[in-house]
């Protein structure tokens, strides 16, 4: 992710979308925060310390490799409901990360 002057200026002050806290100029100029646009055009920002905290902790995660030639973005998208998080790096090809359903 490339992290310009205009990316971190955007970030201060906007509510990561893990923990509703705000991100604050530090940790934005610190690039301590992801940021993607989804399809939608919604922007989303995260700490990089909660998107970890929430997809770790000893939890087996299945990762697959989407092909989406109908969503052109690139970022990472987090789905709540289906609690999984989607990352494309390159557009129409990226990887999901989901919890292994026991
Ligand atoms: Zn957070």
């Known amino acids: ?6 990316l971190i ?4 002050n906007k509510r990561c979308d893990v923990c509703k806290d705000f ?3 530090d940790e934005a100029n610190n690039c301590e925060f992801y940021y ?3 399809s939608g055009n919604r922007d989303i920002f995260v700490h990089i310390k909660c998107w970890l905290k ?4 000893g939890v087996m995660m299945k990762i697959k490799l989407i092909v ?3 969503d052109i973005w ?3 998208f987090i789905d709540r409901t289906k609690k999984a998080v989607y990352i494309f790096l390159v557009p129409c090809i ?5 919890k292994e359903v026991s």
């Open 68 to 70: 989406t030639w109908y």
């Open 23 to 25: 991100i604050t100029e």
């Open 94 to 98: 990226g990887i999901k990360i989901s």
């Open 74 to 76: 690139i970022g990472i």
């Open 9 to 12: 200026l955007k970030a201060v």
């Open 1 to 6: 992710m490339d992290y310009d002057k205009k």
């Open 54 to 57: 929430a997809w770790t902790g």
């Open 36 to 38: 993607s646009r989804t």
